[in-house]
């Protein structure tokens, strides 16, 4: 699997937490977003993206990002 540098911008974050479910749905087989290997926490207006232990950089999130919170670049070496 492709690994990949993923790079947060969360002032373009919505809160949708589609990064979440998605994260939750292919690793867990639930719409769980507190199961997901990324976290989006929601404080008003701002929004704080980051990603456990359990990460293993696949770059599933960033390509369900609408706002483009996430974006995703190969690792040099990986293809």
């Known amino acids: 699997m492709t690994k990949y540098q993923l790079s947060i911008f969360p002032e373009k974050c ?3 937490l589609r990064c979440q479910l998605a994260c ?3 690793y867990t087989r639930t719409f769980n977003p507190a199961a997901a290997r ?20 696949c770059g599933l ?3 369900h990002c609408l706002y483009r919170a996430l974006e995703k670049k190969p690792l040099e070496g990986e293809s």
Do not use: H, L
């Not at 990324?38 to 950089?57: H, K, L, Y």
């Open 24 to 26: 939750s749905e292919v």
């Open 14 to 16: 919505a809160g949708c």
């Open 61 to 63: 999130c960033a390509d």
């Open 38 to 57: 990324i976290r989006v926490e929601i404080s008003g207006a701002d929004c704080t993206i980051a990603f456990n232990e359990d990460c293993n950089r």
